[in-house]
């Protein structure tokens, strides 16, 4: 059934220019079609850019149901998806799988966006075809493809606070060729961080004055190659290769707890992955197939102070690595049924050492299989029905460690290995009642396979006994959503979700006596809530829009309380056209407090709000300029305890395209 030109018509208009790249279609996953999928976050690149979002995690700001979380000590930006942190949230690049291996997640704050056509994020009942761990939903950063014999994009920003010494500088370019037969493409972008600018209202600290933060320089840079082939008009192979290597320190600690002197010399990150798509019997068939190798390069520098003059422990050296293989045939079954059946291999690889100590190793290998079909039962109304089948098996799992207490012997110790598998399976119903509206209703039960740093974690501090056979977690979603545009003014979308987890993963006192404590399949926990989006035109020049996420996150056991989650969030913008060059963009956030684990003890943050503004000129010869404001009230806010965000900021970008 044709959907309403009005869901396109609001796409465009909610973009602030041009983009001259296509999505590369090889990546995408979850294809969202004209906005009306309420459950996948689908951002493109001019929403990216008219909000100001240089990195991956930025996103959650504008996102419904998703929010930014910020990793404590480790200074890693992440998100999570209706209350799922990134341990169940895995991201991919293209479709490919690039989560760490012995963590099981990803610094997105490393991720920067200029190479992006869309991030697109999925809740619930996410496709299996994107394989193992996707209990609370996937973020794939699906990258560009050029459309013309020669195009390109040169960009340059500056921000800095009243500091001077707290500027970043980001420059990048995409320039690609489309001929044919075959096509090419090069990017590349570099970020640097002098430092993080505090608000006015920062309350100086034991370590920290204020101003410009201490120990909060970073420095970020990306290349990446592509070149396909397209031997007809349905048939592509393409072959993509990134490196990325960065560094980043972390400002200092100013809460109640124990402060932390921690430094990265290394952030490093290699890729290459073979994507294509074959169609057979005129289109009936398709084969797709996917080859990756992926390097991960982390060094992590432990002070005993602030002065970094001496180290609390040798240097630690991550040396992780993964490479795998999938293929997913899809088959036109009828003119009403299309079914796919995707295979997934995946074989993980860490590596990790202090100074002089020998090289301990872990590896897992991961299957995976799945079936997605989607049957129309009529014009108006469409089943998604998948099932899938994850298998994760430890060939090793070492540890550099005492051995004997007698002699003082230290070796490397080889831990028990187990295995764990779980069923995955969902169904999806969607009806329109018109060509402007949507009705879908879903369940799903996924499941996450517990990674190596849950079952061998060697924690900093910490007496962690390794549990080789901890069990999957399960989750089983519930959602009910609706979509719906008003003649050529008004949209509206909603949706209510509801999740419950079993067999979650959390920390067990092993006896009192001692600090001993061991990961074990013991918590129960429910997600619950509301997202709630509306976007109007007021006239053809002024769109306003915004949306507003509930989450109710409880435990099953009531003492603990889930951390790092906001139950109210709120966004909101205005775009006003002055002129067909000039542009006014105007947003704000909103949050309630999260709850932070201190000392044992629970803390509410204080909730918080936050107003950006913008002024775009865009020439008619394809440059941009804008200038604007971050945080224009200066508002001191923490996200994680302890760790305070970044105040007032000036910023400026220039952009030129061809």
């Known amino acids: 059934m044709k959907k309403s030109l009005i869901c396109t018509a609001i796409a465009v208009a909610c973009c602030s220019a041009t983009s001259y790249a296509e999505v590369f279609t090889l990546g995408q996953i979850d294809v969202v079609e004209n906005d009306t999928d309420i459950s996948t976050v689908s951002v493109n690149q001019d929403q990216l850019r008219q909000n100001q979002i240089s990195n991956v995690a930025q996103v959650a700001k504008m996102s419904p149901g998703v929010s930014f979380e910020r990793g404590g000590a480790r200074g890693e930006q992440n998100i999570r998806v209706r209350g799922f942190d990134a341990l169940r949230v895995p991201v991919f690049i293209d479709g490919i799988p690039v989560y760490v291996p012995y963590d099981g997640t990803m610094d997105l704050g490393r991720f920067t966006t200029f190479d992006l056509a869309e991030i697109n994020i999925s809740k619930g009942a996410s496709s299996v075809l994107y394989g193992a761990n996707t209990m609370g939903g996937a973020v794939n950063l699906v990258t560009r493809k050029p459309t013309k014999a020669l195009e390109g994009t040169i960009g340059y920003g500056y921000q800095t606070g009243r500091n001077s010494h707290t500027a970043v500088n980001q420059t990048y370019f995409n320039l690609g060729t489309k001929q044919e037969k075959f096509y090419a493409q090069v990017s590349g972008s570099f970020a640097e961080r002098q430092g993080l600018q505090l608000s006015r209202d920062f309350q100086p600290t034991s370590y920290e004055n204020g101003g410009r933060a201490e120990n909060s320089s970073s420095r970020d840079r990306k290349l990446s190659l592509r070149v396909g082939y397209t031997p007809n008009s349905t048939d592509e192979y393409a072959i993509s290769y990134s490196n990325q290597d960065g560094r980043k320190q972390q400002p200092f600690y100013t809460g109640n707890g124990k402060p932390r002197f921690w430094r990265w010399p290394a952030w490093d990150k290699e890729s290459i992955y073979f994507l294509s798509h074959t169609e057979f019997a005129d289109g009936q068939y398709y084969l797709n197939t996917k080859l990756f190798h992926d390097t991960f390069k982390n060094d992590l520098e432990i002070y005993n102070n602030e002065t970094f003059s001496s180290q609390g422990k040798s240097t630690s050296y991550y040396r992780d690595y993964s490479y795998g293989a999938g293929l997913e045939f899809g088959a036109n079954t009828s003119e009403k049924n299309i079914l796919k059946l995707s295979a997934l291999y995946k074989f993980d690889v860490h590596r990790d050492h202090d100074d002089d100590n020998p090289v301990a190793r872990d590896e897992d290998r991961t299957y995976s299989v799945g079936l997605e079909d989607t049957y129309r039962v009529t014009d108006t109304t469409k089943v998604i029905m998948g099932i899938s089948y994850d298998y994760k098996d430890a060939i090793k799992a070492q540890s550099y460690q ?107 006192a092993i006896n009192d006596a001692s600090a001993d404590v061991q990961n074990q399949n013991v918590d129960k926990a429910i997600y619950k809530g509301v997202e709630l989006g509306v976007t109007t035109f007021i006239t053809k020049d002024i769109t306003l829009g915004a949306n507003y996420t509930y989450i109710h996150a409880k435990n099953g056991d009531s003492s603990i309380k889930v951390t790092n989650l906001p139950r109210h969030k709120f966004f909101a913008y205005t775009d006003w056209k002055i002129t067909p060059e000039l542009s006014v963009y105007l947003s704000q956030t909103a949050e309630s407090g999260r709850y932070a684990l201190v000392n044992k003890k629970y803390e509410t943050l204080s909730g918080f709000g936050t107003t950006d503004a913008k002024i775009t000129y865009a020439f008619k010869q394809g440059l941009s300029i804008d200038v604007g404001v971050s945080n224009i009230f200066d508002k001191n806010y923490y996200l994680t305890e302890g760790y305070v965000e970044e105040g007032r900021v000036y910023f400026a970008n220039v952009k030129y395209s061809f």
């Open 402 to 508: 005492l051995l004997s207490t007698a002699s003082g012997e230290y070796g490397l110790y080889n831990f028990e290995t187990g295995s764990q598998h779980a069923f995955n399976y969902q169904a999806k119903l969607a009806h329109n009642f018109s060509q402007n509206d949507e009705l879908s209703l879903s369940y799903a039960h996924k499941s996450h396979l517990p990674t190596m740093k849950e079952r061998y974690s060697r924690r900093i501090d910490r007496n962690r006994l390794p549990n080789p056979f901890l069990k999957p977690e399960i989750a089983d979603h519930f959602e009910i959503g609706y979509f719906r545009t008003f003649s050529d003014m008004f949209k509206v979308e909603g949706a209510l979700f509801y999740s419950h987890v079993k067999d979650a993963i959390n920390e067990v």
